[in-house]
């Protein structure tokens, strides 16, 4: 099944939620969304993150990937075969190739085929009109020195190093750059092929580590030795990836709840074997906890894997980076405080299995969805492993690392992601949205019902995002969703508490937002009641509460992400 919505489907989503949200939007506000900034970007950044009509007229079906790896002079070379179907009719397509990647030929049906680049944008003339539902093909033949990765996985490209041993230690991590600074294809998220093969030719001694099943292994005249892989699945493509080096590997079974198996694969370095057969115990637990509230592995074919990286991690389909060294926490360190025992890359990474790489953004400005989903479901585990309270004690541990200085979301159709806080924010707002909901029996069902099966395999953008919670809970949350998300600043819960007689006061109280219309609960605990919700808009409101004095009364800050603001 193709990871997109029909088109009808699409538009008409579309035109409902501008509808709902356009007096949300377009107002005048102290926080700044970025729908309202007026940003430039170059035209470099149009090309790649725009769909141009040269790019929605085909739609990616397969992809077979043939690359060789030089070690010597950090150079590759290969092909790219690029399957398609036609959309609309054209006679220019548009696929991506960064320009200090050389292009040498590219090819449809054996014939040689014309094309111009435009930054890193190749525009593909086709010898003739394509016609609408027609199935096609192009070979691009390329070679090159692929962008070196200078702080992996943070900025992007391929990662050349030495293991202990002195043999050769090569990976790739792309996200955010693209894949189109290593191999040619259509480098748009919302463009999914429906399986892909990958193939990597390396130097004799060497193991090449990708995505899905390794098919088979072939030994070459020249020495070196190709691998074969096979995707079984969708993939995005700055998940496809290549890990070379001198691995050995061991396995393990992962027994679902319904009793089918799941192969798990670990390919470390030799030193590391007995360290890695000790800390990925981890694995199995925490694949129950995340088949529990998210649903079965979703990339059951392909099977699970974990790969040692000479960097910390990468969600790779399939083939998850982990260069954590095998230490608790983040490279070592406990941000939460708590003193828990658990890898957080393995958590973290093996949860974008879930979330990016079986729920999909199709415009990287929605890249919010991959991590503040991803980042929400460690607490999940946390929750699962060490119980309710402390899960609420780590996910608010995260507040300290939140700069609310940018909008999650990014600027569309330009390749521009939102701003950090995606990770920690996104996580807290999540919990928020459980605490409104207030039934985690309809929450957990909303959350696994989600990606388990309204998003599985889906490519889908904040709007999608946002009208699933409305209707599922029978809320109207788009507000919520709009300042969480698209403005700087969290609501801030103002009162005011006023002494009426002996165990009664007077409380005032509204939210303060960019956006309005407002209205969510207060969690508030007085004298009577440890948990109560209070209702509230941005419309100042005054009841009587008991008190038998105002230090009983406190605002919970712990279930909510919010500033609280007590006025004199």
Partial sequence: MKKRFCRREEKLLQVLFFILSFALIYQD?????????????????????????????????????????????????????????????????????????NIVSIKSNGAELKYRREYNAVFVEMNSEMKRGSAGEIVVRFKGKPTIAKRAPWDG????????????????????????????????????????????????????????????????????????????????????TLYVGDYVS????????????????????????????????????????YEKYLGKYPFWEDGYALVEAPYLGME??????????????????????????????????????????????????????????????????????????????YINAKKKQVGNKESIVGVYGVNEEGNGDMYNKGALFLNTLRTIVNDDTKWWSIFKGMCDTTFKMKNISYENVAMYFCKKTGMDLLPLFQQYLKFTKIPVFEYKLKKIKKGEFELSYHWVTDVKKFKI?????????????????????????KLKKEADFKVNDTLLYVDIKKLK
């Fill in 521 to 545: 609960p207060a969690v508030i605990t007085t004298t009577e009641n440890p948990r109560m919700f209070l209702k509230a808009t941005n419309e100042l409101q005054v009841t009587n509460i």
């Fill in 250 to 289: 061991f396995g393990d079974e992962y027994i679902s709840r319904d009793g089918s198996k799941l192969g798990l694969d670990y390919y470390v370095m030799s030193y590391n074997l007995d360290k890695a057969k000790a800390q990925f115990l981890q694995v199995k637990p925490m694949l129950a906890c």
């Fill in 157 to 240: 490209g391929f990662t050349w190093e030495y293991d202990n041993n002195g043999q050769s230690w090569i990976a790739v991590s792309c996200e955010g750059m693209g894949a189109s600074c290593w191999w040619p294809c259509k480098d748009y998220l919302g463009d999914e092929p429906d399986s892909m093969s990958i193939w990597c030719n390396v130097p004799q001694g060497l193991r090449c580590i990708s995505n899905g099943k390794e098919i088979e292994q072939q030994q070459e005249k020249d020495t070196t030795t190709s691998f074969h892989w096979f995707v079984h699945y969708p993939i995005n493509n700055y998940n496809v």
């Fill in 29 to 101: 506000a102290s926080g700044q969304s970025l729908i309202e900034e007026k940003k430039e970007f170059p035209r470099a950044d149009s090309l790649r993150g725009s769909l141009r009509p040269e790019r929605t007229c085909y739609d990616v079906t397969f992809y077979d990937l043939k690359v060789k790896i030089d070690t010597a002079n950090q150079s590759i070379s290969g092909t790219s075969r690029i399957v398609f179907k036609t959309v609309e009719e054209f006679k220019t397509m548009q696929i991506d190739l960064f320009e200090n990647m």
């Fill in 316 to 393: 790779h389909q399939g083939a998850i980076a982990y260069g954590n060294k095998y230490l608790t926490g983040y490279a070592g360190k406990d941000y939460s405080k708590l003193g828990l025992d658990f890898d957080y890359i393995i958590i973290h990474e093996s949860g974008h299995e879930w979330w990016g790489n079986s729920v999909s953004c199709k415009d990287i400005a929605d890249m919010w969805i991959h991590e503040s989903f991803c980042t929400y479901t460690e607490s999940i585990y946390v929750e699962a492993m060490f119980g309710h309270d402390t899960a609420m004690l």
